[in-house]
Each structure stands twice: as C-alpha cells, then as structure tokens.
C-alpha cells in the first residue's frame, strides 16, 4: 500500500492530492485497463506524473508532506492532470505553498456586519440570517427562526449550522436529502479549513465533529472542496410540510468573511405559498429571533 505520511501531520497538501488522484478513474484521464493490478484505486502515481510533466518521485515527495514548494505551473500542471473543479483548483492554490502566497485572512468576524443587519432587519417576507465563513450564525430573522430553529435558545457558541447539521436530531429531520446536505457542508468546511489552518475555533468544530459523527469523518477524508454558490434545498417543515427552497448568499465587500443567507421560492409555486404560510404563522414576540440577543458571545 501507498505510503502517504501521517493524516494528522497537517499535510493539506499531500492528502487532497493524493484523494483527488483516487478519484479520478483512470479511463477518463486516457489511461484504458492494460490489465496490471492497481493496488489503489484511481490513477498510479507514474500516471499522474506523466499527466502533469513532472517525475514520479516528486509526486511522492509532494504527497508524503516532504515538500510543499511548489510553483504556479507545475499546480496548473497538476490541477488539468486532476481534472479539478474551479473550487478543488483554488483549494489546491490555498494549501500549497507557492511562491507568492496569498495573504493571511483574519479570523471570521464575531458580530454582523451593520450593513448586512440593515438588510437582515428589513427582510420581513424572507427567512434569512448572516453567517462567518465557518457558518456560525452571528444574527437571523423571525423567518429563519420559524423555518430552521429557535436560534436564541441554542448557546452562542454551539450555533453553528454545520454542526447542528450533524449532532442535532430535529435539525437534521428538515432535510428531504440530508446526505446531500450534509457533504456540502463538509465541502465548505473543508474549502475554509485550507483558506485558515490556524483558525482555533474552525479546529476545535472540525475535531468535535470527527469525533462524534463517523460521516462527518469519513466525508472529511475525501477532500471534497465547495466555495459559496446558489443552491436549492427541500426542507421537511413539521408545520407546511415540504417545501423546496432557493439558498443564496450575499457579502459586501467591507466584510468578506461574512454573508447574508437568504431563502426564497419562485413565485406562484407550492412552495412560495407553504412559506408565506409559515411567516404568517411564525411568532412574533421573542426578542432573540432578530438575533440580537446573542451579538458579541464567542461564536454569537
């Protein structure tokens, strides 16, 4: 068997080549069965060194954690021999280190932009909530109360919709696909995790997540990487039943590193008239549902 170094030796590098080189089915790379045994799946190590126009021992070297300098060309080189994604391109970019590297990102911020609460507060007909790039919920509105949960009565630093994706049971029932759901979100906790290795809150999420939930380890292992991007989700509501939403996502340009999450449904569908229900039926008086109850605690 491949040696690869050790998992926990903080080899990003090593381990997302190596999971991508797995992956990739050697046919769709030009390479058909020649009938020789592969004792891993994916491509051979001398297939991707061949693919990418470099030696098969800096393949090793490379994936073993024993050098991570690596130069624009020769990731280029590796990411086409890969045929990575536009979002597995940029992790691979994120955790190498190159000759140029890109700045250290600060730490997500711990209150909500005033310019995103200025929008949070007057989305009155969409449920919607803003986020830091680990996805802490850092303030929401009365529709995302009544659509996901009661935020307010979830400790600050344990509101975190990834992790309530794995370990809380009623959370998890809203999804119609909770698998689906739930890669993604390892996907963009992975894709974080590469953009800020020192991050001390996103380590102790990820270790109490791998812990506690062998999915969440087993998904984590793959390298899967997803940057924000539209997406549609059908949620399970034990008041209006299914209900099939569209999930975007904005940010300003003062705080990058963090975004409002809104949900909408195209008008005249099912859907659209099961939300409006629910925000007509949604209580009105509890004062955390705005978020603001738990602004500037920890994770808040």
């Not at 590796?78 to 536009?86: E, T």
């Not at 994120?94 to 949070?120: H, I, K």
């Not at 119609?176 to 739930?182: G, H, L, P």
């Not at 062998?214 to 039943?241: A, C, M, S």
Request: proline fraction near 7%; hydrophobic fraction near 40%.
């Amino acid at each position: 068997m491949e040696h690869r170094g050790n998992p926990s030796d903080g080899n990003e590098l090593g381990e997302f080549l190596y999971a991508r080189r797995a992956a990739l089915d050697p046919r769709r790379a030009g390479f058909p069965d020649d009938g020789r045994l592969r004792r891993v799946p994916g491509l051979r190590r001398e297939e991707l060194a061949q693919l990418a126009h470099v030696s098969v021992d800096y393949v090793v070297r490379l994936e073993q954690g024993r050098t991570r300098r690596v130069s624009r060309p020769v990731l280029d080189a590796l990411a086409d021999a890969l045929q990575l994604a536009p979002d597995e391109r940029a992790y691979l970019f994120t955790v190498a280190d190159v000759t140029q590297p890109a700045p250290t990102r600060r730490p997500a911020e711990q209150q909500a932009d005033p310019q995103l609460r200025q929008l949070l507060d007057g989305m009155h007909d969409i449920p919607a909530m803003i986020l830091n790039r680990r996805m802490d919920v850092l303030a929401w509105n009365r529709g995302a109360a009544s659509l996901l949960t009661d935020f307010g009565t979830i400790p600050p630093d344990k509101r975190n919709l990834i992790r309530l994706t794995f370990l809380d049971d009623a959370y998890r029932s809203l999804y119609a696909d909770w698998s689906r759901a739930a890669r993604e979100c390892v996907a963009v906790l992975r894709m974080e995790a590469g953009r800020n290795p020192d991050d001390p809150a996103l380590t102790a999420l990820v270790g109490e997540l791998t812990v506690r939930d062998r999915d969440f380890l087993t998904w984590w292992n793959t390298y899967q990487v997803r940057g924000p991007r539209e997406l549609t989700k059908t949620y399970i509501h034990p008041v209006v039943g299914a209900v099939t939403l569209d999930v975007q996502q904005f940010s300003v340009a003062t705080h990058p590193d963090q975004q409002l999450i809104a949900y909408t449904a195209p008008p005249d569908t099912p859907s659209h008239e099961a939300l409006r229900f629910l925000l007509q039926w949604a209580p009105t008086t509890a004062d955390h549902q705005n978020g603001r109850a738990g602004e500037g605690n920890g994770h808040g």
